[in-house]
């Protein structure tokens, strides 16, 4: 995956967490819908989407090894910094993948790391609010947006690597992860203290991803909504980033 396409696209989502036509996480239709949409925007997927969901999940990474390389181009074409090299070693990565890996281990592994990363990174956003407009709260937004996962043996809390203290990761992205632990009673106190609404959101490994498959099987038999936002094409602050006179405004120019 190209470096530049993982920041443009997670720093987008740390930013604009659940916002509702600006986070590309929670756009996932027309395979997965996370609110009934406009019925301009509807498809028949949504109806069976509750039973579907693995096969989703597994062309996630698939997905995004696209995305990575039409980012790639489109880095080229508008001279972005550092653009060609990054496309160069994309080259070099896939010359190696296909020549020195069967396809038997290849296609298997890229669609079973889909599915595994999936199941663990969805549940911790996809069941918490969804806002329709920007946030100007950021720090509220991530404890209203995020729920951790408590893991219950040493297997679980190796394979979520970290990603069950969600919020810890949304609101201190840079921090070691061996440091969550200590951060989680901080944070449940400030959250306490502030009166965040929800407060610390978490729940066990499994409930929590009881509550997304519920999310997927209460929209899809949901009725489609005339009106209800999109998931795509809304600016967010970028909009009010790219409107102003300001260094952010200058340094977006300039890549």
Known sequence: LAPMWWSDKHNKHHALTNEQGADEDIATDPFLYMWAPDPSQDSPLRKIQHYI????????????RVDSLTVGIDAIEKKRRGARGEMYALLLHYFVLLTVFPITVWVPA?????LLSA???????QSESMFDDYQSDWVTAQFR???????????????????QYQLEHHLFPSMPRNQYPKLRERLQKFAADYKIPGGYRES???E?????????????NADAVPGAPLSRGRMGQQGAIMASDTPAMKLAKQQ
């Open 53 to 64: 969901f693995p096969v989703a999940f597994s062309f996630m990474f698939a997905l995004w």
């Open 110 to 114: 890229v669609f079973l790391s889909g």
């Open 119 to 125: 199941i663990i990174v969805t549940p911790t956003h």
């Open 145 to 163: 947006s995020t729920r951790n996962a408590v893991t219950t043996n040493p297997f679980s809390e190796w394979i979520w690597g970290g990603m």
């Open 204 to 206: 066990g490994e499994f």
């Open 208 to 220: 929590i991803l009881k509550m997304n498959w519920e999310l997927y099987r209460d929209v899809a």
